[in-house]
C-alpha cells in the first residue's frame, strides 16, 4: 500500500530527496505523493521530520 502525507507536512522536502523512485512531488501547501510510482519503502516515512508520512 502506498504512503500518503498528511496535513502535518512543512513542505520541507526531505521526503522527496529520500525517494528512491522520485514519487514525491510539492503539492499545493504540502508535499505528495504519486500512489501509482510508490513502492512502499518507507524510507520517506524514516526521513520525515515532522512524521507526516503514514501507509495509506
Known sequence: MAY??????????????ECPVSAIAEGDGK?????????SCG???GACPTGAI???
Open 4 to 17: 500518503v502525507i498528511n496535513d502535518s507536512c512543512v513542505s520541507c522536502g526531505t521526503c522527496a530527496g
Open 31 to 39: 508535499y505528495v505523493i504519486d500512489a501509482d510510482t510508490c513502492i
Open 43 to 45: 524510507t520517506c516515512a
Open 54 to 56: 503514514e501507509e495509506g
